[in-house]
């Protein structure tokens, strides 16, 4: 049997070929021997919608490869193509049709679909991550709330069961000050009658930030309730551009001056003995650079332990050891911090968060021992404000370095800061694409110490994406 368009077109031969092996449409009626079946276009998609009503997917199959082998395949036999490779079990076949049928839709409702079809497919087949990326590609395309919140269910299932874990965030913020510099040109040290004068370079500096991190994690081995060891790997950076004003200010400054990056790796473990409790613990190595030059080398033991106290109540202790080797100096730092975190969730539905934090510094020169101890206090309410959900959270630090010293002069009673910081997250829930939703932070940050060189001030409006789940 063969297919033969009329003329002027060209004939469909490997079409020919397939429909003589598919099984018989209704709306194909056999031939004599030696006669041709002569189809247009139309009437092969024709014979594959029909193929698929009745559910003869090995028709669909053949006659769809065949269409899509002569370029003349639309969104919908693509689809239609895409479903029945996945019911017979051929999921990258089905993955490629439905990322063609994607590619062609003409509608959300053909989008939404085709993108279901590829998430399922790309599941089935075992690329996990690849299904995430599609299941986002339906939330985008989702008709009402109820199909999205269904969505985000499922991606969470996903996240759950992938090994692979990956988190990516980026943003900009307008700063008053991105170098931490001080509020004056002049340095007071109370007590000491010697006034110092600031280089430029020393004095605050506006300008704009531009962060980028990567966070990714592989589980090893199957998941389990009770324990789950993940290898982890981080990059993060953070990169300033000069305001003009800035550039005038301290013409000898660059923008590199002020980058920091840092590249880390290592294994955590979680594992939760008993109900409610989870206990945690890591080992991390890595390497930083500032102003484009080595940094510090590091390595980093951590902990934590935490337990649900009450149905909306939990208690949280984390911990860490750290020790850092200077690469531009013999330099080295021996941290300690410890923090309690108390979260309750509020009758009304919202979150109230409450954290003590201490530390302590320990380096090989005296004068930048310290001690730290910080509180913070975060609510986020239940309830979103018009367009948008608020976040608030403030917090106090106080950092005593006792032998601190200016060149020679020695601070008397060493140096002490005094930090308050405010902030209000702004998170833009209904201007969303693919579950990703773009979030504003407003900052306040305000340091007072008796060496005036520490007296700091910064205002930043930050601008970034996050994941709405």
């Given at each position: 049997?063969?297919?033969?368009?009329?003329r002027?077109?060209?004939?469909?031969?490997?079409?020919?070929?397939?429909l003589?092996l598919?099984?018989p449409a209704?709306?194909l009626h056999?031939?004599?021997?030696?006669?041709?079946?002569?189809?247009?276009?139309?009437q092969?998609?024709a014979?594959?919608?029909?193929?698929?009503?009745?559910?003869?997917?090995?028709t669909?199959?053949?006659l769809?490869?065949?269409?899509?082998?002569t370029?003349k395949?639309?969104?919908q036999?693509?689809?239609l193509?895409?479903?029945a490779?996945?019911?017979?079990g051929?999921h990258a076949?089905?993955?490629?049709a439905?990322k063609q049928?994607?590619?062609?839709?003409?509608?959300?409702?053909?989008?939404?679909?085709a993108?279901?079809v590829a998430?399922?497919?790309?599941?089935?087949?075992g690329?996990t991550?690849t299904?995430?990326?599609?299941?986002?590609r339906?939330?985008e395309?989702?008709?009402d709330?109820?199909t999205?919140?269904?969505i985000?269910?499922?991606?969470?299932t996903?996240r759950a069961?992938?090994?692979?874990?990956?988190?990516l965030?980026?943003g900009i913020?307008?700063s008053?000050n991105?170098?931490?510099?001080?509020?004056s040109?002049?340095?007071?040290?109370?007590?000491?009658?010697v006034?110092?004068?600031?280089?430029?370079?020393?004095?605050a500096?506006s300008?704009?930030?531009t962060?980028a991190?990567?966070?990714v994690?592989?589980?090893?081995?199957?998941p389990q309730?009770?324990?789950?060891?993940?290898?982890?790997?981080r990059?993060?950076?953070?990169q300033?551009?000069?305001?003009?004003?800035?550039?005038?200010?301290?013409p000898?400054?660059?923008n590199?001056?002020?980058?920091?990056?840092l590249?880390?790796?290592?294994?955590?473990a979680q594992?939760?003995?008993?109900?409610g409790r989870r206990i945690?613990?890591?080992?991390?190595?890595?390497?930083s650079?500032?102003?484009?030059?080595?940094?510090?080398?590091?390595g980093?033991l951590?902990g934590e332990?935490?337990q649900?106290?009450?149905?909306?109540t939990?208690?949280g202790?984390?911990?860490?050891?750290e020790?850092r080797?200077?690469?531009?100096?013999?330099?080295?730092?021996e941290?300690?911090?410890?923090g309690l975190?108390?979260?309750?969730?509020?009758?009304?539905g919202?979150?109230l968060r409450?954290?003590?934090?201490?530390?302590n510094d320990n380096t090989?020169?005296?004068?930048?021992?310290?001690h730290a101890l910080?509180v913070?206090l975060?609510?986020?309410?239940a309830?979103?404000?018009?367009?948008?959900?608020l976040?608030?959270?403030i917090?106090a630090?106080?950092?005593d370095?006792?032998g601190?010293?200016?060149?020679?002069?020695a601070?008397?009673?060493?140096?002490?800061d005094?930090?308050?910081?405010a902030?209000?997250?702004?998170?833009f829930?209904?201007?969303d694409?693919?579950?990703?939703?773009?979030?504003?932070?407003?900052?306040?940050?305000r340091t007072?110490?008796?060496?005036?060189r520490f007296d700091?001030?910064?205002?930043?409006?930050?601008l970034?994406?996050?994941s709405?789940?």
């Amino acid at each position: 049997m063969r297919l033969r368009r009329p003329r002027p077109a060209r004939t469909l031969g490997r079409l020919a070929l397939l429909l003589a092996l598919a099984a018989p449409a209704p709306a194909l009626h056999a031939q004599p021997a030696g006669e041709s079946v002569t189809l247009t276009l139309p009437q092969v998609r024709a014979a594959i919608v029909a193929a698929a009503a009745r559910g003869d997917r090995r028709t669909v199959r053949l006659l769809a490869e065949g269409l899509a082998g002569t370029g003349k395949a639309d969104g919908q036999v693509y689809y239609l193509w895409a479903e029945a490779e996945a019911a017979a079990g051929g999921h990258a076949r089905a993955l490629e049709a439905a990322k063609q049928a994607y590619r062609l839709a003409g509608t959300d409702q053909q989008r939404f679909q085709a993108a279901q079809v590829a998430a399922r497919a790309a599941h089935d087949g075992g690329q996990t991550t690849t299904a995430q990326l599609w299941l986002r590609r339906t939330y985008e395309h989702a008709g009402d709330a109820r199909t999205r919140d269904a969505i985000a269910r499922d991606y969470r299932t996903l996240r759950a069961i992938n090994p692979l874990q990956f988190r990516l965030s980026f943003g900009i913020s307008p700063s008053s000050n991105v170098n931490n510099g001080s509020e004056s040109r002049l340095n007071f040290i109370d007590g000491v009658p010697v006034v110092g004068v600031l280089s430029p370079e020393a004095q605050a500096l506006s300008g704009i930030e531009t962060t980028a991190d990567l966070a990714v994690g592989y589980r090893l081995g199957a998941p389990q309730p009770s324990r789950q060891i993940t290898a982890v790997a981080r990059l993060f950076t953070r990169q300033v551009r000069l305001s003009e004003e800035a550039r005038e200010r301290a013409p000898a400054a660059g923008n590199g001056d002020f980058a920091f990056s840092l590249a880390q790796a290592g294994l955590r473990a979680q594992f939760a003995p008993a109900a409610g409790r989870r206990i945690g613990a890591g080992l991390v190595a890595g390497q930083s650079w500032y102003g484009g030059a080595r940094y510090y080398k590091f390595g980093r033991l951590e902990g934590e332990w935490s337990q649900t106290l009450a149905p909306a109540t939990r208690l949280g202790v984390a911990g860490y050891a750290e020790k850092r080797f200077h690469d531009q100096s013999a330099l080295t730092e021996e941290i300690a911090q410890i923090g309690l975190s108390l979260g309750h969730v509020l009758p009304s539905g919202g979150v109230l968060r409450g954290r003590v934090t201490a530390q302590n510094d320990n380096t090989t020169g005296r004068s930048r021992d310290n001690h730290a101890l910080s509180v913070a206090l975060d609510w986020t309410p239940a309830r979103a404000l018009g367009p948008v959900s608020l976040s608030f959270g403030i917090s106090a630090s106080y950092t005593d370095f006792p032998g601190y010293r200016v060149g020679f002069i020695a601070v008397p009673g060493g140096r002490q800061d005094r930090t308050v910081a405010a902030e209000v997250t702004v998170d833009f829930d209904r201007v969303d694409y693919a579950g990703f939703i773009p979030t504003m932070d407003i900052g306040l940050r305000r340091t007072r110490s008796n060496v005036s060189r520490f007296d700091t001030e910064e205002i930043t409006l930050g601008l970034g994406i996050r994941s709405a789940f």
